[in-house]
C-alpha cells in the first residue's frame, strides 16, 4: 500500500487526492480552495460539535494536506496521519507555515503511531474507501476508540457500496495509461478498495468502546459516520 501511494504523490498527488481534477492540468487554486468546503460538509453531514481551538485532532489521510491546512486553522494541535511517505514529504513542503501540525508516517493498518486517550477528535475524508479489506477498515475505527478522550468523535467516510470497488476500466482507458495520458494504477487493490457493512462498522465502534452517534448517506460510497466516546471508559 505505501509503494503503490508513494508512486501515485509522485505521478500526480493532487488528482489521486481529489479525482475531479483535469489529470493532465490540475486546478491547484481549486483543489486548495476545496479543502475547507470538504471539511464543513462532512461535519456538517454528520453534525459534529464546531471544534473551539483548544482540541488535538488526528487526520487519518492526510495526503499533502489539503483538509489538514482547514483543521490546523480550528484546532490546537493536528496529528496529520499517512501512509505514504513521498505523500508526507509533499504535505510539509506545501504547508511548511503549519507549525501546530505533527505528519505522522503510518503503517496502513492500525493507529499505532498515535499514543492512548490523546486526541479529542478524528477525521478522514476519502481514505478508508481505498483499503481492500474490509477488516482493515474496522480495525481502524476499533483503534479510534483507543486514541480518543472520553467524550471525543469521529467524523469519517466509508463505501458501502460494493459496486464501486469492481474493476470496470476499458481497454482504451489502460492503454492511455500506459502512455502517461491518464491516470495509473486505477485497476490496484489499493485504488479499488472495498466496501463495508454498517453492522460489522457498529460492532467494531463497539468493541472501541464508540457508541454511533450519526450516520449519513447510508449504502452509497460516501457513507458518513460520526462516533462518539463514552464520557466514562
Not at 476545496?34 to 459534529?48: N, Q
Not at 503503517?107 to 474507501?129: C, P
Not at 481502524?140 to 464501486?164: C, H, I, K
Request: aromatic share 6%; with cysteine; glycine share 8%.
Amino acid at each position: 500500500m505505501e509503494s503503490f501511494w508513494d508512486e501515485r504523490a509522485r505521478e500526480n498527488a493532487e488528482f489521486f487526492v481529489d479525482d475531479r481534477l483535469d489529470y493532465r492540468n490540475p486546478d491547484l487554486d481549486r483543489f486548495w480552495a476545496g479543502g475547507e468546503k470538504a471539511v464543513d460538509r462532512l461535519l456538517a453531514e454528520v453534525e459534529a460539535p464546531a471544534l473551539a481551538g483548544t482540541e488535538t485532532v488526528l487526520e487519518i489521510g492526510c495526503g499533502i494536506g489539503r483538509l489538514t491546512r482547514v483543521l490546523a486553522e480550528r484546532a490546537e494541535h493536528v496529528l496529520a496521519l499517512d501512509v505514504s511517505a513521498e505523500m508526507l514529504r509533499r504535505a510539509r513542503e506545501a504547508n511548511p507555515r503549519l507549525g501546530n501540525v505533527e505528519w505522522v508516517h503510518g503503517d496502513g493498518e492500525s493507529l499505532a503511531a498515535i499514543g492512548d486517550q490523546s486526541v479529542d477528535a478524528v477525521v478522514s475524508l476519502v481514505v478508508f474507501q481505498h483499503l481492500h479489506d474490509p477488516l482493515v477498515t474496522l480495525a481502524y475505527v476499533t483503534e479510534m476508540g483507543r486514541v480518543l478522550r472520553p467524550g471525543g468523535w469521529t467524523a469519517f467516510q466509508v463505501s458501502n457500496d460494493p459496486s464501486v470497488h469492481e474493476r470496470s476500466r476499458s481497454l482504451r482507458q489502460r492503454l492511455a495509461s500506459a502512455a502517461g495520458r491518464a491516470p495509473r494504477g486505477q485497476d490496484h487493490p489499493a485504488w479499488l478498495g472495498a466496501s463495508v457493512e454498517l453492522g460489522d462498522l457498529e460492532a467494531a465502534a463497539a468493541a472501541g468502546g464508540l457508541e454511533v452517534a450519526k450516520v449519513a448517506n447510508p449504502g452509497t460510497q460516501f457513507c458518513l459516520v460520526r462516533l462518539q466516546a463514552t464520557t466514562a471508559r
